[in-house]
């Protein structure tokens, strides 16, 4: 109880602080209703989806797969689900013993590559290695085969690049792309929307040129790292000029060089924020932002589809958590020098860019999966569940911050953990704009849990993981004809061990044969992965294999199996 004749606390609140204390309530159902029911409708619509791939996959060849000639063929053409752009050594045709046959550069016309082949190639079998873009800047890999004269071996397993993940510097690069645009929406939103007099504050002004550095640093990261991802060639070109070329040379290369030349334009006004005061300046910087979120949605899955409505559903996504992430990003910077009518009005702005977010994602989530199986059956969809669950945590502790807003309470804890939330969603944002969403490819639905018993030319391959875990790799029999090949996961104590997901790529560096996917199925205690493999050459050929157990940490270890001719 006050004192005697001291009026009660409510009466001499600040009128804003009230008002914002009867706002919260409805905000907070708001963003509750919305949340909840944008999770309903996704995971009903998901009972619905139709298949969708992100990336290019090759869907016809003339020769096809396995095709047998009676004469040397003239053309070469390759058919693709979507527009690809070619990089330099695309087509590689290679005869029995690996040797390189030399042919003319391939062009490419909308999904169509064709290249003409020599006119006089002696009989025998002929593989075709290929690797190409797809339009949302992803390289996709593959190989098959044709004989003249004879019936080749199919070669099976053949869409290396469209599924997994980019190289960990791409998504790095990727992720600080994210948060230099967000710290710059956090920034421009607070002096638009919720304290326009603040631009004077030099902490204002450090994230503006820190968002400023990050963006241009990590967009040239992006298209040096991306040279290499794209060619296949090793790390140590990331500086050849003519590996370079060929990053800038794509669709996603063009959208990152709009976006250094976005970055600075930006640049000669929020260097310092007294210059984006003036009206003109500040339609100047909003444009130039939704320009850079534009760039974000065409070098992402949205630019697959080759419609616009996806490349700016995505841009609407970037803008919508970058708004959020950055604002709290301010206000963490801010502390408690922020008045009660500055949080009120990122309240609003938090809410209405939370509601954009749900919807956008929504969207993207229902064009990306093919049904509700794809959410735990497909890598994509296991990090998109791990992102709902960090977004969930963030929205726990928005709530929280405003019922400590209600209670005059301090709000600097929670708001810390929504922005750490955030961020890691920014994080796995990175990695599922280049995870390939798609679970398409050959069917082993019935070999998964085959117990294959060994025969005499059986080979099996012990690949160590860590911690004394291994994968040993059975190839049944390892030679050119098709070879069954069973991945078991051992933990320390050689019992069997459960994991999430298993990728299994098989190379031959010394013919020059980039990795080939081998999709593998999982048995019932998802211990044991089987699949089909056709080895197109004998040669001592590299096993890949990649492991992620059941707490996403990952592990990526290499073998060797001698593989003969059959």
């Known amino acids: 109880m006050p004192p005697p004749g001291m009026p009660e606390p409510s009466r001499f609140r600040h009128p804003r602080l009230k008002t914002l204390e009867h706002l919260m309530p409805s905000l907070t159902r708001t963003v509750r209703r919305g949340t909840v029911a944008a999770l309903l409708a996704f995971v009903f619509a998901l009972l619905f989806a139709s298949p969708v791939s992100a990336h290019a996959e ?109 190289p960990w510097p791409v998504v790095a690069a990727q992720f600080v792309g994210y948060l230099a645009f967000a710290l710059l929406l956090g920034v421009v939103g607070w002096l638009l929307w919720c304290a326009p007099s603040s631009g004077s504050d030099p902490r204002l002004q450090l994230l503006a040129r820190t968002g400023l550095l990050a963006g241009v640093a990590s967009t040239a990261a992006t298209v040096l790292v991306r040279g290499p991802w794209l060619t296949g060639a090793p790390w140590g070109t990331l500086v050849d000029p003519a590996v370079i070329r060929e990053s800038v040379g794509t669709s996603a290369g063009t959208a990152l060089g709009w976006r250094l030349v976005l970055y600075g334009a930006l640049w000669f006004v929020l260097w310092t924020l007294r210059r984006f005061e003036p ?90 999966l093919e049904g509700v199986s794809a959410l735990w059956g497909s890598r994509y969809g296991q990090i998109l569940i791990v992102k709902l669950l960090l977004v969930g945590v963030a929205l726990l502790a928005a709530s929280r911050s405003r019922r400590r807003l209600r209670e005059r309470g301090s ?90 997901r298993v990728d299994l790529k098989v190379s031959l560096p010394s013919r020059g044969v980039p990795g080939i996917q081998v999709p593998l199925q999982p048995n019932s205690d998802a211990s044991i992965w089987v699949g089909n493999c056709t ?3 004998p040669g001592t050929w590299t096993l890949t294999v990649s492991v992620e157990d059941q707490s996403l940490s990952a592990v990526v270890a290499t073998g060797t199996v001698e593989v003969i001719d059959h």
Request: aromatic share 4%; with cysteine; net charge positive.
């Open 411 to 500: 709000l600097q804890r929670s708001v810390r953990v929504e922005a750490v939330g955030t961020t890691l969603v920014l994080a796995l944002t990175a990695v599922l704009a280049l995870t390939s969403p798609s679970v398409r490819g050959a069917t082993l639905a019935d070999l998964a849990g085959h117990r294959h018993a060994a025969g005499p030319g059986d080979v099996a391959v012990i690949v160590p993981l860590t911690d004394g875990r291994v994968a040993q790799v059975q190839v049944a029999p390892p030679h050119t004809a098709g070879s069954l090949i069973r991945v078991q996961l051992l933990n320390s104590q050689r019992r069997p061990m459960p994991v999430r």
């Open 279 to 368: 009206l003109p300046a500040r339609r100047l910087v909003c444009a130039g932002l939704v320009a850079i979120a534009v760039t974000f949605g065409s070098t992402g899955h949205g630019a697959a589809s080759g419609r616009a409505v996806d490349v700016a559903v995505d841009a609407v996504h970037a803008l919508s958590a970058g708004t959020w992430v950055g604002g709290l990003v301010v206000l963490v910077a801010l502390g408690r020098s922020v008045e009660p009518r500055s949080l009120h009005q990122f309240s609003r702005l938090a809410t209405t860019a939370v509601v954009v977010l749900a919807a956008s994602g929504l969207y993207n989530s229902l064009r990306h």
């Open 535 to 537: 080895f197109p050459f």
């Open 58 to 166: 090759l869907v016809a060849s003339n020769p096809a797969n396995g095709a047998r000639l009676d004469a040397s063929p003239h053309i070469l053409t390759m058919t693709f689900t979507e527009s690809i752009t070619l990089v330099d050594g695309s087509i590689r045709l290679v005869d029995s013993t690996g040797a390189t046959v030399p042919v003319d550069d391939p062009s490419v016309d909308g999904h169509t590559v064709t290249s003409s082949m020599p006119g006089d190639l002696p009989g025998g079998s002929y593989t075709v290695i290929w690797r190409v873009v797809s339009s949302d800047g992803h390289p996709v890999a593959g190989a098959f085969s044709f004989g003249i004269g004879t019936t080749p071996q199919q070669v099976t397993g053949s869409s290396a690049g469209s599924s997994g993940s980019a």
